[in-house]
């Protein structure tokens, strides 16, 4: 079982940039898939970045493309969500997930993270 910690969430205001971190423990994630996805109030867990285990497969949600980078050091069992030119769009719970095979639906994910929040006023 692979075990994951969220971080670097917070309050900023829009066009700021946030760094979140995933870091895993029980299992190293060198094998494993892993993504990003968000929850706003009200609103149903949706995709946002996923990343293959050997960082050569790379997508993104239509509504973060050019503004969000995934990216992940095997080695440090950590995964990271650079995110720049937020919105209040943006603002939701954050949460990490990880998978031995490569997906970007919500369900099937054997790993979640709590979540962190992020906030964005205008």
């Known amino acids: 079982q692979v075990r994951l910690v969220e971080s670097g969430g917070g309050l900023v205001q829009a066009g700021a940039s946030l760094r979140l971190s995933c870091v895993a423990s029980?299992?190293?994630?060198?094998?494993?898939?892993m993504g990003w996805f968000r929850q706003a109030p009200g609103k149903e867990r949706e995709f946002v970045a996923a990343i293959s285990w050997s960082s050569n497969k790379i997508e993104y949600a239509d509504s973060v493309k050019a503004r969000f980078t995934i990216s992940r050091e095997n080695a440090k069992n950590t995964m990271y969500l650079q995110m720049n030119s937020l919105k209040p769009d943006d603002t939701a719970a954050y949460y990490c997930?990880?998978?031995?095979?490569?997906?970007?639906?919500?369900?099937?994910?054997?790993?979640w993270g709590q979540g962190t929040q992020v906030t964005v006023s205008s």
């Open positions: 997930a990880a998978n031995p095979g490569y997906r970007t639906v919500v369900s099937g994910w054997a790993s």
């Open positions: 029980g299992r190293a994630i060198s094998n494993y898939a």
